[in-house]
């Protein structure tokens, strides 16, 4: 899946999941080294336990933040 990104730095996730596990995580754009720490910390979550670490997670001033933006793109693939 390739989630559109609102807000942050970064443009896209793709994301690649296998059942309820998030198989790979790539961010075009944004914080490079944190951006692929994080893709490397979520590879093998489960996306539940992912959400529920990352959503609501902001990023200075902004609303949001690109491991918000993570969770709420793994939202949207559970519907």
Known sequence: MIYKTQGVCS??????VEGDMIKSVQFTGGCNGNLQGISSLVKGMKIDDAISRLKGIRCGFKSTSCPDQLARALESMKK
């Not at 443009?11 to 690649?16: M, S, V």
């Open 11 to 16: 443009q896209l996730i793709n994301i690649e």
